[in-house]
Nanobody, 126 residues
Framework: QVQLVESGGGLVQAGGSLRLSCAVSGRTFSLNAMGWFRQAPGKEREFVAAISRSGTSTYYAESVKGRFTISRDNAKNTVYLQMNSLKPEDTAVYYC???????????????????WGQGTQVTVSS
């Protein structure tokens, strides 16, 4: 089994920054493509960013492109989401997810992910 634990959420003013972390244990981290999703109140969960196993390929939702950066440290079994220029509409519970095995690709659909964290709340005040 793979366990994912997110951290780094909190309350921040619009224009501010936060860095989310997702620590992964249970299986070889470098075999997992990783992704971040978010769910705002009353809305469906949506894709935010993804990174391939090696970290060489990344992909972002249009709504966060240029503001968020996904990265990973395979030595620390951790994936990060650096969020800059935050907006009130970024308020959501943020989830990290792992796609086990497969090729060195990124994945953008929920059903492509095998394991999920419990989520961390990000609140951006105006």
């Amino acid at each position: 089994q793979v366990q994912l634990v997110e951290s780094g959420g909190g309350l921040v003013q619009a224009g501010g920054s936060l860095r989310l972390s997702c620590a992964v244990s249970g299986r070889t981290f470098s075999l997992n493509a990783m992704g971040w999703f978010r769910q705002a109140p009353g809305k469906e969960r949506e894709f935010v960013a993804a990174i391939s196993r090696s970290g060489t390929s990344t992909y972002y939702a249009e709504s966060v492109k240029g503001r968020f950066t996904i990265s990973r440290d395979n030595a620390k079994n951790t994936v990060y989401l650096q969020m800059n220029s935050l907006k009130p509409e970024d308020t959501a519970v943020y989830y990290c997810a792992a796609h086990y095995l497969g090729g060195d690709y990124y994945y953008t659909r929920e059903r492509e992910y095998d394991y999920w964290g419990q989520g961390t709340q990000v609140t951006v005040s105006s």
